[in-house]
């Protein structure tokens, strides 16, 4: 089973030149009746993301795979892990465009420092975590973006979380030889899309399950954005996300959530500022992010 999946996550793990396969990006902007003109995919997120997903392949390249199933067996030997991947469509893997997030986080900036400034008046910088963050490419992409105090994830599945365990020390050890991994030629601007490796915001993985109410209020503790991919994730007989309720009372009054295909509930005490449309590569017609703040 964890096998299985990591050949879809990691196709070409132990040859280390290969990168993990790329989806084409296909970028669609329609029009959306909530607040969205200020919010677009330009063709500047697209290429950042371009650049990003390079030097991510990069980190990923440098993952023990054999370690991560040993680790994952080891899960789920302990009998901690119930669900199977392959027959929960909850569980179904899948990664968000990364161009898109860039102009998501971009868009979310006024609202991320209006509020990190009222919760730290002394400047620094919320927690951004992603729950259900598979192998953990989108915390290591926002550790790149702006300063936070700390980009988590929460994943479920044992191998996924297995590896985005590693991603911290194969980031630092691309940091540590990046002139080597260079293209000169796009230095720069991988450089400009890279962490700042000067005070990296520190990565940390937990496997868990979001809807264990302790395990959420852990993980988003002092966060000033939670994203959720949530295409797949489970919604209450309204249509709503079934982890809005549990979700609210972890954050704090101002606190950002990206929910994407799916909607919190405002009666949970969330407030829609906005949707996005931008590229899903698995989506014809792109995907919907919609970015509420904790009320
Ligand atoms: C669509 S993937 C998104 C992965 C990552 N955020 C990204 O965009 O690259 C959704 C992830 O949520 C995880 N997930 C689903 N239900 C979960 C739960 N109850 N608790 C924690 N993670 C969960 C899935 O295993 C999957 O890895």
Known sequence: MAAALLSVVAPNRGRPAARLQRRAASASNAGSGVPSSSFEVTPAHIAKGEVAREWIADVFENVDY???LSSSDAIEASGEYVRREDEDEELRYGEFDMG?????????EPMLAEMEGRMHPSGAPGAFVDV???RGQIPVLAAALRPWSRCAGLEYVPVLHAIAEQAP???????????ALFDESRAAERL???????SPAPLSFTRGDMYDAGALT?????ASM?????????????????????LRPA???????VTVNNELATADGFELVARMDGPDGERSGGSTAYVWRAV
């Open 66 to 68: 054999e370690l991560a």
């Open 100 to 108: 898109f997030f860039v102009a998501v986080v971009e868009a979310c």
């Open 132 to 134: 259900g963050s598979g």
């Open 169 to 179: 020390t194969c980031l630092e050890n691309l940091a540590a030889s990046e002139a």
């Open 192 to 198: 400009n899309a890279m962490p700042s490796f000067d």
């Open 218 to 222: 852990d993980a988003t503790r002092g």
């Open 226 to 246: 939670v994203f959720m991919f949530s295409t797949k994730f489970a919604v209450d007989g309204d249509g709503r996300l079934a982890v809005s309720p549990n």
């Open 251 to 257: 954050l704090a009054s101002g606190a950002v959530v």
